[in-house]
């Protein structure tokens, strides 16, 4: 029988635990009458501070691990880690907090399943109706950048809800990038892939780890690693800013000379620090990304850290300390 790779990254979701353990006695079975497949639970603990770990451990049935990561490495990071451990024919990624609605999650696994041609099936969400339009452009925005050009489309509101066959999930661990920005890279590995529509399920426990800032800097870890496109456009408005200059110096010479005009000279000198002073800054922080991110990726450390693998077949238990060992008489 096929296998069937769960991977759901977690943070601190102990109170969504008893919901993901019933959903998963639920989906093991369905798997096995309708597609002949066995499941696996690949569950990766992205640094939790609660006690999740040894809720998951306790309640989940079936065969399943947690690789417990030795600290937050982000969702990025944990979902290769779940990758790397996984051993499916077909592989899943899910979150933990139930917002992955499993009629979704069965439509995709039908669809790649029925169509042999197909090597990946995602979800796109499809909930822009409760954006606010600034956001909403913001996003146009982010995903016109990284489009821009490229040999490759990256679908907006695609996130790493899909099932991938084997060699996708290959493909994916080939891709050691450090900075990881997995919708890019999704996309930038290719394939088959085809895309279904879905609105996120309500949140039940917890509140989301997403912050409007580590959205943003998320944003910026997919253009500094997908896109040359900003250094270009300031460098241009660089070159643009300094023909202008040129263009109004002569202008001033042109009048002094011939029309003897006085030239207030702090106005015009303001503009001319402050237009450029500010492009000049602009391009350093810039250009300092683009250099962090290539600092990340020639320090060449592992991609994350795994304090401990807990497995389904493990007798003990996961908060039981180590028994000390008596020392033999001489
Ligand atoms: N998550 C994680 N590491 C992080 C942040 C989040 O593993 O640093 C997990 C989280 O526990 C959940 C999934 O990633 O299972 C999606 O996170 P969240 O629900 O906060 O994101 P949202 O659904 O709001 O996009
Ligand atoms: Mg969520």
Request: aromatic letters at 10%.
């Amino acid at each position: 029988m096929a296998l069937f790779s769960l991977i759901v990254p977690f943070l601190n979701e102990r109170d969504n635990v008893p919901a993901f353990s019933a959903f998963i006695t639920k989906i093991a079975g369905e798997l096995r009458e309708k597609f002949a497949l066995d499941l696996e639970v690949v569950l990766v603990d992205d640094g939790s501070t609660d006690d999740s770990v040894l809720q998951y451990a306790q309640s989940m049935p079936g065969t399943w691990r947690i690789v417990e990561l030795s600290r937050n490495f982000g969702k990025e990071v944990a979902v290769f880690a779940g990758l790397e451990e996984c051993r499916g024919d077909l592989v899943m990624i899910m979150d933990a907090d139930m917002q992955h609605p499993w009629h979704v999650a069965l439509d995709m696994i039908s669809q790649l399943v029925a169509d042999d041609n197909l090597d990946a099936v995602y979800a796109v969400r499809d909930d822009r109706m409760q954006e606010s339009m600034k956001k909403a452009a913001a996003v146009h925005l982010f995903y016109w950048l990284i489009n821009f050009r490229q040999r490759f489309i990256v679908p907006e509101n695609a996130g790493d809800f899909r099932v991938m066959r084997r060699p996708v999930v290959e493909a994916m661990l080939k891709i050691r990038d450090r900075r990881r920005f997995n919708k890019g890279l999704y996309a930038w590995a290719g394939f088959r892939q085809k895309a279904i529509g879905y609105v996120p399920d309500e949140r039940q426990h917890g509140a989301t780890k997403w912050s409007n800032l580590s959205l943003l800097s998320l944003s910026v870890e997919g253009i500094t690693s997908f896109s040359a496109l900003p250094l270009r456009l300031v460098s241009f408005a660089g070159a643009l800013v300094g023909f202008c200059g040129i263009a109004y110096g002569l202008k001033i010479i042109f009048e002094v000379l011939f029309y003897g005009v006085y030239v207030p000279g702090y106005p015009s000198l303001m503009v001319a620090v402050s237009v450029l002073g500010g492009f000049n800054l602009a391009l350093l922080g810039l250009l300092g990304e683009y250099i962090w991110v290539g600092i990340a990726e020639t320090k060449n450390r592992p991609l994350y850290l795994v304090r401990r693998i807990h497995k389904s077949t493990d007798v003990h238990q996961v908060n039981d300390q180590p028994q000390p060992v008596e020392k033999e008489q001489p």
